[in-house]
């Protein structure tokens, strides 16, 4: 089982910028597919970003594409998530998560989950 933990969360004005990250424990890193997940207030958790293991292949929803860019430094263990341009919906506890399944957006296709870090847009 990895372990996880999310930091970079904070609060920014609308057209600001963010940069997540995911500290991955074990030597196992690059074997999964990574994936970002947000939680927004009084919504379902949702798929945002999914990374393959090499880091080679990279797919987002529709409403963060061109604006949001995820990465990963398997020498380090460590996901990333570059977001630019951030609007008032993009507000929420953004998760982190391991997948087995390159190119899955489907929750329940993640096992290992980070604790969340909270992300707060204001207009």
């Known amino acids: 089982q990895v372990q996880l933990v999310e930091s970079g969360g904070g609060l920014v004005q609308a057209g600001g910028s963010l940069r997540l990250s995911c500290a991955a424990s074990?030597?196992?890193?690059?074997?999964?597919?990574m994936g970002w997940f947000r939680r927004a207030p009084g919504k379902e958790r949702e798929f945002v970003a999914g990374?393959?293991?090499?880091?080679?292949?990279?797919y987002y929803t529709g409403s963060v594409s061109g604006r949001f860019t995820i990465s990963r430094d398997n020498a380090k263990n460590t996901l990333y998530l570059q977001m630019n341009n951030l609007k008032p919906d993009d507000t929420g506890v953004y998760y982190c998560?391991?997948?087995?399944?390159?190119?899955?957006?489907?929750?329940?296709?993640?096992?290992?989950w980070g604790q969340g870090t909270q992300v707060t847009v204001s207009s």
């Open positions: 074990g030597r196992t890193f690059s074997r999964y597919a």
């Open positions: 998560a391991t997948s087995l399944f390159a190119g899955s957006r489907r929750i329940t296709d993640f096992s290992s």
């Open positions: 990374i393959s293991g090499s880091g080679g292949t990279t």
